[in-house]
């Protein structure tokens, strides 16, 4: 979710042609293409950075998986931004804990120019203790850079204020439930640290 939404956000905002890799498909601006894996083999992956590139990319925006982290897929790639979500037990068959997964997970912060951290998870230390970026944190219920304040439910859309600082823009998304607050609080983390104004990213 928190791909496609930044996918759009940059779209709009920036007028800008996006390269999306994810888990249930990778696009090259509206072109879709099949994928067998959330991040591709390095080798595939660069291929496919490559063909975004020469279609006119500006931006890609990536799920980068703990596997990818752990494999080396994803060495000598500098992300701009690295975002963390969350930390839960999708993957102990391969990590086997939660200690060894968090560290595979934190490896992206090694590889970012800006890291953006949802603190109401309670990973969020151990990544932002692993950064080398510089953090900026997020969250629904906590003191953070950029906070959800009166979140509002109902059945086709979430209503809510996003406040950074003293500064705040109101949001209506058309994505009902308490994770839409969540990724729309990542996501707008994340055009924050790209230098796109909050008023902006919030339209």
Not at 32 to 51: C, D, H, N, Y
Not at 113 to 133: C, I, L, N, Q, Y
Not at 169 to 189: C, Q
Request: some cysteine; aromatic content about 6%.
């Amino acid at each position: 979710s928190v791909t496609y939404l930044l996918k759009e956000l940059l779209e709009k905002s920036l007028g800008a042609k996006v390269g999306l890799v994810g888990t249930i498909c990778n696009m090259i601006g509206n072109q879709t293409l099949k994928t067998e894996r959330t991040t591709p083999e390095s080798f595939e992956l660069q291929g496919l950075l490559a063909k975004m590139r020469d279609a006119g990319c500006t931006h890609v925006v990536m799920e980068v998986s703990s596997h990818a982290l752990a494999l080396h897929r994803c060495d000598c790639i500098n992300f701009s931004v690295g975002a963390f979500t969350n930390l839960t037990e999708d993957h102990l068959d391969f990590h086997k804990t939660m200690e060894e997964y968090a560290k595979a997970k934190a490896l992206l912060f090694s590889q970012c120019e800006r890291g953006v951290f949802s603190v109401d998870d309670p990973w969020a230390e151990k990544m932002m203790a692993a950064a080398t970026s510089t953090v900026y944190t997020v969250s629904t219920e906590k003191d953070a850079d950029l906070r959800s304040e009166n979140v509002e439910f109902f059945s086709d859309r979430v209503e809510l204020d996003i406040c950074e600082g003293t500064r705040s823009a109101h949001l209506s998304l058309g994505i009902p439930g308490r994770f839409t607050v969540s990724n729309a609080l990542m996501v707008l983390g994340i055009a924050r640290n790209l230098d796109i104004p909050l008023e902006t990213a919030v339209k």
